[in-house]
């Protein structure tokens, strides 16, 4: 575990590009919303699916004190999320930021909350997945994790270290640590951030991660703030952004690329 931590502190060099502008990108589900996966809690732009928490009972499907006791359960849920996250295919926003991490190298860095590999699908790389993604594993005995990549989550799966059958997939549930946050707030910090980097927080209610404080606002929390999201909610103090989108992000997604572009070109 410790290994892959400071693999993962080593993606976020904010020492690296000194004197270029940073693209930060904080992504929660809305991002994938236009590729037709469900949004959990908020509004779904597309939706003609209803946000999953209000169809299912996150206490059965999704919570880390009694996920043992629901395992077969739990493992279905996932297991239709995991199928239909792999059918899905990147949308304009996936692909612009892949493509903008391609043309700026070391200059973007995304951070996801989601826990689909359409950022990946698009093309984009070192992505922090906050609360993990679908093609891993875990052992909540000793905490060991591994790829299953594309297959299905088995729940008679047992741990090849430990050998114990509390194997679940490696999906931060209600009630679970989340040891990547440590990273998040590292890399969102205001006290790490240059004046002209970018923060991007798109698709996100800030309802499970609030960045709030974090983000800030005003000359002495340096940096271009831009919200994207589907719809204005009460959940996010949008004066702390200095410019906001609202509707489909696959449908704005020129606009915001031409907007990102200009502030990291100066
Ligand atoms: P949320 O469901 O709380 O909020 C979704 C946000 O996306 C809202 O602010 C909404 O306005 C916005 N949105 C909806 N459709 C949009 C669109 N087409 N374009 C732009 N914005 C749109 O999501 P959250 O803040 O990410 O928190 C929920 C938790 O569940 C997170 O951990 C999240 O990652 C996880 N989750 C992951 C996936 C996935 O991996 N694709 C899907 C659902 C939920
Ligand atoms: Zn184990």
Redo the contacts with the bound molecule.
Sequence with gaps: MIEYLIKKFKKIPHTVEKNKPRLLVF?????????G??????????NQKE??WKTYDANVYSNYQNWYENKEKLFDFWNQ?KHE?LN?QP?N?HLGLANLQKKYPNQVFLA?????L?LEKAGAKNILH??G??DEMMCTDCQHFWSIGLASYNSKEICEKCKSDKVKPKI?LFGEQAPLYNNLYELFDFRNRQEHDIILC????????NLDMIIGYGKYQPSYKIL????S?N??KEARFDECF???????WQQIERTIEKHLNI
């Design positions: 992504s929660g589900a809305g991002l994938s919303a236009d590729s996966i469900a949004t959990y809690r908020e509004a779904n732009a597309n946000n999953l999320r996250m899905a949308n926003a996801t909350q989601n826990i689909d359409l906050v609360h993604k679908i931060i798109i698709g996100t209610s800030f309802k499970v991660i994207v999201n589907y719809e909610i959940s996010i609202f509707g489909k992000a696959n449908d704005n």
